[in-house]
């Protein structure tokens, strides 16, 4: 075990940009080679480690690998997908229509993150003035789960396209629970180098400096923003 | 620059566990020594490249060092405290009133992140089914400074504890963005072994296992968890 006091090293450092910007949401690599459960449960482990507010933990984590239930939650995506298509027109239908969104059947391991939200676990320290925060700490254990993937070369890939009451009752998830996150999860041919949305012209990245604001919203510093990012042309490219 | 066909060497791969397991929320630990503009330039990068829903990148960063700001932020949080110390009694209001529970003066700079939940960019893709996306958009990319800020040896506490519509006044934040998260960013005396929260006995980290489903909520195997977790007494606990 490594000493918390021990500053990261170079190659620990780099791993965890690696892991950051090297992290893709996965639709169309999935490979069907099934995972070893110890990694999974190493994946499943770091999601467990996010921080919660109040230290509540309000997370429940469904793994999904029967082939008729994948079967019923492709079907969802399919019955969400075609409404969620219909407000499209012109050249933006035709790139919907092109976008590969889920990989449900693909992927070996479908996972279901969901959030307890009066979980009595941290006595609502923290939680009164922002009952968010409990969906909030949910959303970070699926970050951490998605960047612990990438480091052990597994993608990941989560599917909002889903009517989720159909889902939670198709789960049986109880009421008062949450689903935050639906995951397929699987090896991969590749990790692209860039996000789908960005390679197939949906919508590009946004300029980081345009986002930051000093001691007060719209109070924008450019000569603070070049002391930010000195040796870069894109604003938070990693050296 | 690593390739993203590379698979993570044995120090990368411990250097994203490490920033995951070493991660703390951090109150009281904080040095007052400036952080060099380009560290945070790199946190505030992996912030920018989190996951996000149709990647609409929602999030927006209000850096704040100015003293008489912090002061009256301050202020919010202490009044907002002592309406939630108002709900214990007994041992909890002892444990509790002994809790610091932020760094806002303490740490040198405080990061106010927002999410605009209309913002147009991404095309709406991925999230009319479920709006909240857009919200867990954003705290991802809070996870993914925390664990940038880690492996830079800085430490990060989120502050919950605010009345969030004065903050909003404060910070002149428009309305239709909402307050994520309120950090406290800063290098820091050392790193705790364990959660604040923990270790005064506030609440106890949950036993993984029991938070674990197999196809369908509820259904437990005890078989597939000794699979997933084959080397450690405690699950999740990484090799």
Redesign the interface.
Known sequence: M?D??D???V?????????????R?VRGQFLRRPLP??V???I???A????S?????P????????AA?RGAVHANFAA?NR??AA??SGP?REI?AG?K?EGILDAPVNLCVTCDRERA??????????P??V???A??A???L???A????VGVG?V?????EALKAL????PGH????YLCLGFVA????K?D??EHG??R??D?AS????????RRDAA?VA?????SAE?????
Chains 1, 2 share one sequence.
């Open positions: 490594s918390p006091g500053p990261f090293s190659d620990e450092k780099r791993g965890v940009y690696r892991a950051i910007y090297e992290r949401d459960p110890p999974l449960g190493r499943l482990g770091a467990h480690h996010a921080p507010v109040g230290f509540m933990q997370w429940d984590f469904i793994l999904i690998e029967d239930l969400a409404r969620a407000i499209y933006q919907y976008l969104l676990r941290g006595h609502r320290l923290g939680r009164q003035t922002d968010a925060t969906l909030y700490s959303a970070c699926v970050q951490n998605w960047l612990a990438r480091a052990e070369s989560w909002s396209i889903l009517d989720l789960l049986g998830i109880p949450t689903v935050i996150a590749e990790f692209r180098a996000p949305l960005e949906w919508e990245r946004q980081l986002l930051l604001h000093f001691d007060g919203w719209g603070r002391a930010l990012f000195p040796r604003a938070g490219t990693p050296e």
